[in-house]
């Protein structure tokens, strides 16, 4: 069984559409001026009854891939990564930070993981303000999880953001804000979520020196796939390859016959029969934890399931195939 794998590279009630608002198309071709042009420009709702989880379970498997949100951001945007058995949980990698373009070593851990964070680009807390409150919770569960509104970025300036809108806050790399900007107005385009006239007067300052600046679509930041890995080949023997047969006689010595007993009349009850095991370290029903995920199975707890031992735990949390 491989142990990793390295690759490179309560709200108000739903305004009337909100159960489709993220489904709505993106119009190819769109510069972020464009876009930002149709943006309606409101003050902010009062935030009462924001809470995080208005938002659905943090980080939820929205697509269906049996991989949790920010694993498939980090799988995306972090460059030589390795990755557990399950194919899924991202255990080491590189990101070259957008926000202000250093580069950070990724660890998974206690005391690491947050050296790397997803930033939602626009926050959510300042989306329940302009106008994410109306939408259904469905809508938010898919905003919270679009890959269009979510960034790997540095724990440092994701913390330095909080929830902050482009007239409070921009990422210190200059050359990144435009297509940060340009991102907003993508993810509010499609939610139908308004700005207010400073964070509009912010775009239009940023957006003043790139006016051909694209609106990005989703098929451009999507994740990518989880890649299986390949069967493990099976046993080979080392025992000579028979010579071919020849009509040649090989030797003048008379070849001498040895008959061997016949095991189905032939027993020995002093040898016992021997008893198939599993050996530690594989599944004898699945080949990697993503299969037997799939198949319904898992997790496994250390000390409480024996399945535990037939993977390897590679972040060393007591729990496989989670």
């Given at each position: ?41 409101k ?8 809470a ?114 482009a ?16 991102r907003?107005?993508?993810?509010k ?62 030797s ?40 037997a ?25 007591g729990?496989?195939?989670?």
């Amino acid at each position: 069984m491989t142990g990793l794998a390295v690759l490179t590279s309560g709200a108000a009630s739903p305004s009337a559409g909100a159960e489709a608002v993220a489904k709505a198309p993106v119009v190819q071709g769109l510069t972020a001026r464009q876009g930002l042009a149709v943006l309606k420009v409101k003050g902010r709702a009062p935030k009462t009854g924001y809470a995080r989880d208005q938002f659905g379970p943090a980080w939820s498997d929205v697509d269906g891939n049996t991989c949790d949100t920010r694993n498939d951001v980090l799988r995306r945007d972090l460059a030589d990564i390795t990755v557990a058995d399950d194919w899924c949980i991202v255990l080491t990698g590189v990101l070259t930070d957008p926000y202000g373009r250093e580069m950070i070593s990724f660890r998974r851990g206690t005391k690491t993981s947050a050296a790397v964070q997803v930033d939602h680009v626009v926050a959510l807390a300042d989306a329940w303000t302009k106008g994410a409150q109306t939408l259904s919770r469905t809508a938010r569960l898919r905003f919270a999880n679009d890959p269009l509104n979510l960034l790997a970025t540095s724990g440092v300036l994701n913390r330095k953001k909080q929830a902050g809108d482009a007239a409070t806050w921009l990422p210190p790399r200059k050359s990144f804000r435009c297509e940060y900007v340009a991102r907003q107005i993508a993810v509010k385009r499609i939610y139908r979520l308004w700005v207010t006239k400073a964070e509009h007067r912010a775009m239009v300052s940023v957006l003043a020196d790139c006016p051909d600046e694209p609106l990005p679509s989703r098929d451009q930041v999507s994740v990518p796939p989880l890649q299986e890995p390949e069967p493990e080949p099976g046993p080979t023997s080392d025992a000579p390859t028979p010579p071919e047969p020849t009509s040649e006689p090989s030797s003048s010595v008379p070849a001498t016959t040895t008959t061997e007993p016949d095991p189905s009349t032939t027993t020995n009850s002093s040898t016992p029969t021997a008893t198939p095991t599993t050996q530690a370290g594989s599944d004898p029903r699945f080949s990697t934890c993503a299969a037997a995920k799939r198949a319904g199975y898992g997790p496994y707890v250390r000390g409480r399931d024996a399945e535990y031992d037939w993977y390897r735990d590679a972040d060393s949390d007591g729990v496989v195939c989670e």
